[in-house]
């Protein structure tokens, strides 16, 4: 079975792991630090404070942000669900907007449409990898006087058109490090602060509001078990010295897929770069022709020996948030469309010529048989 996804692991990664374990330091030694200033290296020296998970990092991120109880937040309901969970950690509520069909980001028209007397912040998420339209993003904030959180955990290497990294803007971002991701650390992310200040307060919350000089037994502040060890700190830095190369695996990758796929009848795949910005390649979603069965073609892919997922539904179609907010179909119609539509095809680093060969046969063979079957 050729797999969704596989961490590109090398003897770097084995060697670092290795030192780190001998050392007995496995917790809250040297390698914290190293990790964090290298990652600050290709985030414009901005501080960054490591943290146990994507999802962790949110959760401080929209705190260091000061987001309070019964604030309003305006999101994207095409995102993976922990971006909207951390403001419900919070007690504040997401507020929804369709998207841009073309890079699947938030729509900064209908976000603005979307901005109440409630409303407190945006964050947009960089989805699939493709940069938001910060710019627009964040003239909307300025105008409203909001706050601005980006999700970047699926965009470790993705550049906006003006030449900044994706998460290197000065707002308060967030990285995930998930083994599907561009950088794993196993579990893992980090949070890329605006100013020294904002990074000690979020070191501090992520290790129990520990006082930021680790004064023994002083907890000046509410916290919590955030940290990231030493061990995931170290395969960090390894995949990091391969950063660059893992980059242009994953873009390889995609460009042979979107090579291969370009005459398949009634397939959108994933937009290209356009105007100056950069999509640092996440995964490789295509949208099939609309009327296709898609778990059908899900277990027909599998039957042929490739792993494929429905990615992603649409948040506020969860069984959670339609209870909780009494959401609905037909609220954010592109959202839905696509949600209805894409599936994600094995993507990693090292996925083969054959292999990627082997995939595209697979779903030419699936929709040929889906699509006579319904005509
Ligand atoms: C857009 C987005 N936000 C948040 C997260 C949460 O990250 P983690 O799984 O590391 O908690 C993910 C990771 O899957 C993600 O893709």
């Known amino acids: 079975m050729i797999p969704l996804a596989r961490p590109s692991i090398g003897p770097r990664e084995e060697q670092l792991l290795l030192e780190t374990l001998r050392s007995g330091r496995l917790a809250l030694g040297p390698r914290l630090p190293e990790f964090e200033t290298a990652l600050s290296r290709r985030l414009r020296d901005l501080p960054v404070s490591a943290v ?11 705190r260091a942000a000061g987001v309070r109880r019964g604030d309003e937040v305006v999101t994207t309901p095409f995102s993976f669900v922990a971006s909207a969970n951390c403001l419900l950690y919070e007690g504040a509520k997401p507020v929804f907007c369709d998207i841009d069909p073309r890079t699947l980001n938030v729509d900064p028209a209908a976000a ?9 912040g945006l964050l947009p998420v960089h989805v699939f990898g493709y940069p938001a339209d910060m710019a627009a993003l964040e003239r909307l904030a300025a105008k409203r006087g909001l706050w ?3 999700d970047a955990c699926e965009a470790l290497g993705a550049e906006h058109a003006d030449g900044a990294p994706v998460g290197a803007r000065g707002n308060l971002s967030v990285f995930g490090f998930y083994p599907n991701k561009q950088l794993t650390t196993g579990e893992g992310g980090a949070v890329v ?8 307060g979020i070191d501090s919350e992520r290790n129990q509001g520990r006082a930021p000089d680790m004064g023994w037994l002083d907890h000046d502040r509410l916290g919590f078990n955030y940290r990231l060890d030493d061990l995931s700190c170290a395969l960090g830095v390894a995949q990091l010295e391969r950063l660059d190369e893992l980059l242009t695996g994953r873009a390889r990758v995609a460009a042979r897929y979107s090579e291969a796929l370009a ?22 979603v295509v949208q099939l022709p609309p ?13 042929r020996g490739v792993d494929s997922k429905p990615y992603l539904p649409a948040i506020h179609l969860l069984s959670f948030y339609r209870r909780r ?6 609220e954010f119609p592109v959202c839905e469309e696509v949600a209805r539509r ?16 082997r995939v595209v046969e697979a779903l030419r063979q699936v929709l040929a048989s889906t699509l006579s079957r319904s005509a």
């Open 52 to 62: 146990s998970s994507g999802t962790a990092g949110l959760h401080l991120a929209i």
């Open 263 to 284: 005459g398949a009848d009634g397939v959108d795949l994933p937009c290209p770069d356009e105007g100056g910005d950069r999509r640092g390649w996440f995964v490789y």
């Open 342 to 357: 894409s599936l994600a095809l094995p993507f990693y680093p090292d996925l083969t010529e054959g292999e990627i060969e």
């Open 291 to 303: 009327g296709v069965d898609r778990d059908a073609a899900v277990l027909a892919l599998r039957e």
């Open 148 to 150: 601005v959180v980006e």
């Open 325 to 330: 907010f009494g959401h609905r179909e037909g």
């Open 112 to 120: 603005e449409a979307a901005v109440g007397g409630s409303t407190v």
């Open 193 to 200: 602060c605006p100013d020294a200040a904002t990074k000690e």
